[in-house]
């Protein structure tokens, strides 16, 4: 795919903003970093139908504001006539002429609903993805979006906290690839638009470390902590070519994101120098007050402003303060200069000076696409992961048992889209029972709702036992809503909400066969359920086509291929809990150390340390077997690479797709290491009987670590390394890296 990049500095574009710059008077300069909502969401009034699509209402006065140049961006406008309302204005009536940039937020599509961020990395499938982003781009740019609020890449190891659904799961390895994938897809270079757009790799930085996964909270991690598992997949978005950063709203170590000197200048700046644009995230520049270490907007503008935020998103401190601050000396003009140049440039980039209007002849024909349905299934059935199937009961055969489905969410089009479905329409999705309808030439399958949405605490057991006890196997489809993961939507429970678990007990008294389908937008706390099940399918919230895709792996007309991305707790008391974590000086597994007349270890009495289900689990409709682990030179050097092959047998009567995945462990180093980390993987396709040798080239740069000067770098030694299909297995073998 080729893409656009927004991370370098083009001498053409760079003679414009200095040229556009001398001619702006400090309040058209202020302007361009205000960054306004124009319309509001309007609540649902109460008993609304809850799959209708939200109503906006205009906010007044924004457009004359745009009109005397004291507005340089407007988002979430999702229609053309109102950008081309709202960029004449600012072309046509301010001084300047400067055209707004449009933002918005689309995180996992845009008409063409897609499986949420967290679904989508369980595909391990990086082109994939960029795909689905290259198609909400497409979309998006079309009512006039040139500036998407994603990719999502905070790293998140709490699944109480909703916003994990927005991400690729735990891991910095993957979560760096998918982050990279992302950026490619939504600037891409061959929209059908005509029109370019820029990604917004969000929440910078540490957002997803939020303390007890509750959202906003504190991010109390060390620095090594910050530069080695948060900030890696924002390197890794801006060198895919990003070209714009949201700064978060928690605190890092006591500093709030979004006046960090640290992270927003030392690092973005100093270190990477990376010449993008930071716009904060909704009024977090003003949220600096209720941090405590503002005293009040002035103040919080001031901070914003030094430490690194250049757009002020919704607060309006810099638009109310910036003035002042500058001449009374608190702020210095350069610093206003360097923000605006920032905005001006991603401007010129985009095209947008000679190109501000969209055409909106393309939005009144718009129409989702097979092509784009297509991609949307193929996410769907990719993102699903398949976490138990005893006795094979998976595939069915279509026709072959009475099948009843119970459990109201197989009917809701809403649930299928997602949290972040803002453009999505429900009525474009398509239910679990429409998809398994259509492999049954519309006979059947009996389906019972067993309890009422949202809330999920009315149930109906008798109709739902008396449907299952004349079936010969249940699909039961359970989980979560669409509106409890997603923004400042934690839970402290992770099991099945309301009462769907007596639900599932009782259904299960029936003795039938039980196919679970869950349907989150996180992992869930589901050890009753998993032992209940018969088999076991994870659909998350999978987008419009999420019932065709339950329906297809059931039916095996396609396999299961997704892998967690997120490890599932047994019980929300192991919370975090993720496969990276360090092996402490009383390892789980060892002796531990004898004090008094016990073995110590750094365990639970109640419980084990592993999770349910670890990162990178998934099963097929066949099985894998790994043999011959090699590792072409066991001492390697600084500038080498580990080069390790695999044979990988489809030992199973089908073909499938193994996701062989590779772990290393650095066994001394100057500061502590995970006890495994993922350096690759591949996706391997084998048919029945077949067998592939896997060979991957590690290179030993890319074991490098933060050390206590905060500084990246390999230290020479002993490590382990293993091939398997998850966090928890593999086959093992040892190098050495030389000095
Ligand atoms: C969210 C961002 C989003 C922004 C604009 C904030 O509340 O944290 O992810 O891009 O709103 O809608």
Redesign the pocket.
Known sequence: MHSHAYNTLDPVVEARVAELLGRMTLDEKIGQLNQVSPMMYVPPAPGADREAPPTFAPVPGVEEQVAAGAIGSI??VADAAVVNRFQRAAVTGARLGIPLIVGG?VIHGFRTTFPIPLALSCSWNAELVAQTARVAAEEASAVGIDWI?AP?IDIARDPRWGRIAEGAGEDVCLGSVMAAAQVRGFQAADLGTGRRVAACP??FVAYGAAEAGRDYSAADISEVTLREIYLPPFKAAFDAGAGST?SA?NDIGGVPASGNRLTLTQVLREEWGWPGLVVS??ESVRELIPHGVAEDLKDAARQGLTTGVDMD?VSRAYSTHLRALVEEGRVAPAAVDEAVRRVLRLKFALGLFENPYVDEDRQAAFQLTETSLALALQAARESMVLLKNDGGLLPLTPGAQRLVVIGALAESRLDALGCWAFFGRAEDAVTITEGLRAHLDGAGPSFVPGYALPGSTTIDLDAAVAAASVADVVVLVVGETQDLSG?AHSRAFLGLPGRQQELVDAVAATGKPLIVVVMTGRPLVIPRLEQQATALLVAWHSGLRAGQAVADLLFGVASPVGRLTASWPRAEGQIPVYYAHKSTGRPAGGDGTTQFVEHFRSTYLDLPNTPLFPFGYGLTYTAFDYTDLKIAAEVVGPDGAVSVSVRVTNTGARAGLEVVQLYVRDLVGSLTRPVRELKAFARVELAAGETRVVSFAVPVSDLAFVGVDQKWRVEPGAFRLWVGPDAAHGLEAGFVVRS
């Open positions: 988002f979430n937020d609020f999502m969000k929440h949201m709203f995230d909704y998103m923004e």
